[in-house]
C-alpha cells in the first residue's frame, strides 16, 4: 500500500542499548511527525519535520532521544541508553504540507518497543 | 495538565443503534479537533475532523459536534456495526501556535455488540 510504513513493528531490546526506529511517510508528504503511545495513555508529541525548516523537538522527553530526516523523505528516530521507562509504541505519521490549512495527520502501524 | 479529555474509557452499544463519544478539551486556542479510530496492533486511523468555525461535520454513518463555549465535542456513529469496534482518539490542534501538534486523549474503547 501506499501508507506510512515503520519498521521494525517490534523490538525488544535490553536496557542501556541504542535503538533506531525507521519511518517511511506517505509519497508527497512533506510533514513528518513522531508519536509515542505509553501503555494507557494518549499519544504523546515527540517531533516534527517540516520540508527544509529546522525541526520541532519540543516534545523530545531528553536528550538521549534524537531524530533525522534526510533527503527530505525517510526518518530515523534514535534512542540512546535505553531506560525501561522508553518502553511504548512509537508511531510515526506524515501529512501534506499545512499552507495554512489544516491537513489530517496519517499513521504508520507503530514499533512496539519493549526494553528489558 | 491534560488539555484533551475522553472521560469515558469504555462504551457498549447494540449494533443498529446510535454510539456517542465524548471529548471535553481545556486549551481555548484549540480549534481544530479529529477524530481516529484504532484497531489493536494497527496505527490510528483518521475519520473525521472539525474546524472551529462549524459546529457540525458530517461523513457518512460519522458526525462531529463541536460546542466551543462548553469545550465539548463529540462524535455520533448511526448506525453503529460491529466491525466500528475499536479504540477512539479526540485530538486537537491549535493554528495560532503550533498547527500540526496534535494533542490526544487517552482513547475510549467502543464495543458494538451483533
Known amino acids: 500500500g501506499a501508507g506510512v510504513s515503520q519498521s521494525p513493528s517490534n523490538k525488544v531490546t535490553e536496557k542501556g542499548k541504542d535503538v533506531e526506529l525507521r519511518c517511511d511517510p506517505i509519497s508527497g508528504h512533506t510533514a513528518l511527525y513522531w508519536y509515542r503511545q505509553s501503555l494507557g495513555q494518549g499519544l504523546e508529541f515527540l517531533i516534527y519535520f517540516q520540508g527544509n525548516s529546522a525541526p520541532d523537538k519540543s516534545g523530545l522527553p531528553s536528550d538521549r532521544f534524537s531524530a533525522e530526516r534526510t533527503g527530505g523523505s525517510v526518518s530515523t528516530l534514535t534512542i540512546q541508553r535505553t531506560q525501561q521507562e522508553d518502553s511504548a509504541v512509537y508511531l510515526c505519521?506524515?501529512?501534506?504540507?499545512?499552507?495554512?490549512?489544516?491537513?489530517?495527520?496519517?499513521f504508520g502501524d507503530g514499533t512496539r518497543l519493549s526494553i528489558l | 495538565d491534560q488539555q484533551v479529555k475522553q472521560n469515558s474509557p469504555s462504551l457498549s452499544v447494540q449494533e443498529g443503534r446510535i454510539s456517542i463519544l465524548n471529548c471535553d478539551y481545556t486549551n481555548s486556542m484549540f480549534d481544530y479537533f479529529l477524530w481516529y479510530k484504532k484497531y489493536p496492533a494497527e496505527g490510528p486511523t483518521f475519520l473525521i475532523s472539525?474546524?472551529?468555525?462549524?459546529d457540525k461535520n458530517e461523513d457518512g454513518r460519522f458526525t462531529v459536534f463541536l460546542n466551543k463555549s462548553a469545550k465539548h465535542l463529540s462524535l455520533h456513529i448511526v448506525p453503529s456495526q460491529p466491525g466500528d469496534s475499536a479504540v477512539y482518539f479526540c485530538a486537537a490542534s491549535a493554528s495560532i501556535t503550533s498547527n500540526y501538534k496534535l494533542t490526544f486523549g487517552k482513547g475510549t474503547l467502543l464495543t458494538v455488540n451483533p
Open positions: 505519521a506524515s501529512s501534506l504540507a499545512m499552507g495554512g490549512n489544516n491537513q489530517p495527520q496519517h
Open positions: 472539525i474546524s472551529s468555525i462549524k
